[in-house]
């Protein structure tokens, strides 16, 4: 008899689960609007809800969670989640966890992304790996020596909220600098409105890029320096193998086109060092698959 866990990706819009085997196949997968605007009592509703569309008749014994920002247990709150404040509400977790009948593992959801895509495309070939969210904001998982890193808290990885300048753009988290006020697909947009007046999002911006426009040339010029930057400071700290893109803005090809000789020009150290920079391969399923993965780890059924 096969058993099963629950994985669920809490969004800013959506709430998505996938129900997977004792091997990590998927075998079914839902996805409903998480409803924030609504409430906190409505988004827990509607995660129940998901859970039980996913499940079916199949009995599951965990679920996993990734959400935006971190979670502490001593205070039942998510920490760090700006674009999203409905769920930063105390209580969501605390509730989601007296409502299920099976344990509940929480992660960051860049984390999820992290185990999704370790597994998938880097397991056996690398051990130590950065999994970067280029999206709505800009957040990451780590993979230090085969196994997740949360830190000693779980706020490992917030390389979105790394300052680049300290005298830099203001970032919705309220700091100035942070490499989320310039990479991520709002932020894009902001930046490019800035220079020509038009409001466009960054697939149109790059639209623009390749078709000679000055602006989004130099747009971009700027993006994948500050990008290379930031890669190369983070692998000179962890002597990372590989980096993962993964989120909307990370399908912009420019990324795997300018951004890898820029970070190996500051790289420090051995030379001839050469970081990978990867596209996210599971496309959206990494984060509800990485959150499934925790309630398989929870079965032991996988080490992470």
Not at 121 to 145: E, F, H, K, N
Not at 250 to 256: E, F
């Amino acid at each position: 008899m096969d058993r099963y866990a629950v994985g669920v990706d809490l969004g800013g819009t959506k709430v998505e689960a996938c129900l997977v085997d004792g091997r990590g196949t998927i075998v079914t997968r839902k996805r409903i609007a998480s409803q924030p605007h609504l409430g906190r009592a409505r988004v827990v509703e509607n995660i129940l809800r998901v859970i039980v569309l996913a499940a079916g008749r199949r009995s599951f014994e965990a679920v996993g969670i990734g959400t935006p920002g971190t979670y502490c247990p001593a205070h039942d709150t998510l920490y760090g989640a700006p674009h999203s404040p409905t769920y930063e509400q105390p209580g969501l977790i605390g509730e989601l966890r007296e409502r299920l009948p099976v344990p509940l593992q929480v992660e960051n959801d860049a984390n999820c992304l992290a185990l999704g895509e370790f597994f998938y495309s880097c397991a056996g070939r690398y051990r130590t790996v950065m999994a970067v969210i280029l999206g709505t904001g800009v957040g990451s998982g780590l993979i230090l020596d085969g196994r997740l890193f949360r830190g000693s808290r779980g706020n490992a990885g917030e390389i979105g909220h790394v300052s680049i300048d300290p005298n830099g753009r203001m970032c919705q988290c309220g700091r100035r600098g942070c490499v989320e006020a310039y990479l991520s697909g709002p932020s894009l947009s902001r930046r490019f409105a800035e220079l020509t007046g038009l409001m466009l999002q960054p697939e149109e911006i790059f639209a623009r890029c390749r078709s000679g426009d000055a602006a989004a040339e130099g747009l971009f010029a700027e993006s994948c320096r500050i990008m290379a930057e930031t890669f190369a400071n983070l692998a000179n700290v962890l002597d990372l193998e590989a980096i993962i893109l993964g989120g909307g803005v990370s399908n912009l090809p420019v990324w795997y086109e300018q951004v890898g000789p820029l970070l190996e020009r500051s790289l420090f150290g051995i030379p001839d060092r050469r970081i990978p920079i990867i596209k996210a391969g599971l496309g959206d399923s990494a984060g509800v698959l990485g959150a499934a993965y925790l309630g398989l780890r929870q079965m032991g059924l996988m080490e992470f």
